[in-house]
């Protein structure tokens, strides 16, 4: 069975092995080396587990979920340690109550919320100060959902956990949530694991991609880093699956099973066109 990591690899700081902070003896992960400062998106294989352990939220049956970050100095410096700092959205939203959209970004967020920067870059392009005033027990699916992301981006972070963070969001609501969470990463040179299952989503927020080979719940096993166009290729490869690419929007489109362009992409092992 196929299971994929899609993620944004920004800048070459900061090289650290994947079991520098994360130690999961129960549930086998083979995921080599990577940069610190990357955007990851995880489909399947107990990717919720996955990430709840890095937020601290559950334990491993065995072993430990190591997070503390190492300095390297120079020659004539010595190295210093400290612990992983992480903001985590989870899957489901249980936001409630009275309290406003604002006073409820300004409680969890701080005064990061009220900066110009911060606005224009996450708060407007959501159109989420339209709903400042309104109370959270008021608020839609997709309503809530922009306003845990937006409150998961204002903390300081080193590792943003997203789990799902397109659910209840329109299309171009989509795209926009995946255009600011990358943003946001690089800005800050931080990492981020983000579970998501829409292919448009991690299209847009993808550079390169890890293919996961496993079964569900005993271990999961990873390809390199590789392309996009790579990655893709082998994921939907397994699954007998082609994607071409909307001449107008530009986005991926699945493609008619044993439609003349589905077999024609298969005799090209072209499962997915990048561009």
Do not use: W
């Not at 090289?15 to 003896?25: E, M, P, R, V, Y």
């Not at 496993?214 to 990655?231: C, D, E, M, N």
């Amino acid at each position: 069975m196929v299971r994929s990591i899609i993620f944004l690899a920004d800048t070459e700081e900061c090289d650290l092995k994947a079991n520098t902070f994360i130690k999961l003896n129960f549930f086998k992960y083979d995921i080599g080396f990577y940069k610190l400062n990357e955007l990851r998106i995880i489909p399947h294989i107990r990717k919720t587990t996955f990430i709840k352990m890095l937020a601290g939220l559950e334990s491993p049956t065995s072993g430990t979920v190591d997070k503390t970050l190492l300095d390297k100095k120079t020659d004539t410096e010595e190295d210093t340690t400290e612990t992983l700092q992480v903001s985590y959205k989870p899957q489901y939203i249980s936001l409630n109550g009275d309290q406003t959209v604002e006073a409820f970004l300004l409680k969890t967020g701080g005064a990061i919320i009220a900066t110009s920067q911060f606005k224009s870059e996450i708060i407007h392009p959501f159109q989420l100060s339209e709903l400042f005033d309104q109370p959270l027990k008021y608020l839609s699916g997709g309503e809530l959902q922009k306003v845990a992301i937006v409150s998961t981006l204002a903390k300081d972070a080193d590792l943003y956990l997203f789990d799902e963070p397109s659910a209840f969001l329109s299309i171009e609501d989509r795209l926009t949530a995946a255009k600011i969470i990358r943003r946001h990463i690089k800005s800050r040179k931080a990492a981020s694991f983000v579970v998501e299952h829409d292919i448009v989503f991690q299209d847009y927020a993808s550079d390169r991609i890890i293919v996961f080979l496993g079964q569900s719940g005993i271990y999961g096993k990873a390809y390199s880093p590789s392309s996009v166009r790579t990655g893709m290729n082998r994921f939907l490869g397994n699954l007998k699956i082609t994607f071409r690419r909307d001449p107008r929007s530009g986005r991926p489109r699945v493609n008619k099973l044993d439609s003349k362009l589905d077999r024609l992409q298969k005799n090209q092992g072209e499962y997915y066109y990048e561009k």
